[in-house]
């Protein structure tokens, strides 16, 4: 069963900088396209980052280009989302989903997840 756990949440001022990170378990780390995704209260989870298996091919969704990162360590089993310039409007909390290389790609259109997420607060 595949397990992933999410942290570095917090709370942060505006213009600040968060770095997540999610650990896996469960599931050959390499063979699996990585993807962060938030849900902030009353909205629909969406899409932020997505990588591919060898961390060459990264996705970002418009919203978030140029202010987050999203990298892997397929030694440490272990995805990471740094943030900067982080806005209010990032305010939600942040999940890790993975999907198999051999039927996805990024963006993940079918994530599955597997850990509680972590909270990201941005106050102005």
């Known amino acids: 069963q595949v397990h992933l756990v999410e942290s570095g949440g917090g709370l942060v001022q505006a213009g600040g900088s968060l770095r997540l990170s999610c650990t896996a378990s469960?599931?050959?780390?390499?063979?699996?396209?990585m993807g962060w995704f938030r849900q902030a209260p009353g909205k629909e989870r969406e899409g932020v980052a997505c990588?591919?298996?060898?961390?060459?091919?990264?996705y970002y969704a418009e919203s978030v280009k140029g202010r987050f990162t999203v990298s892997r360590d397929n030694a440490k089993d272990t995805l990471y989302l740094q943030m900067t310039s982080l806005k209010p409007e990032d305010t939600a909390m942040y999940y890790c989903?993975?999907?198999?290389?051999?039927?996805?790609?990024?963006?993940?259109?079918?994530?599955?997840?597997g850990g509680r997420g972590t909270q990201v607060t941005v106050s102005s």
């Open positions: 990588i591919n298996r060898n961390g060459h091919i990264t």
């Open positions: 469960g599931l050959i780390f390499d063979e699996f396209v």
């Open positions: 989903a993975s999907a198999d290389y051999r039927e996805y790609t990024c963006p993940i259109s079918a994530p599955n997840f």
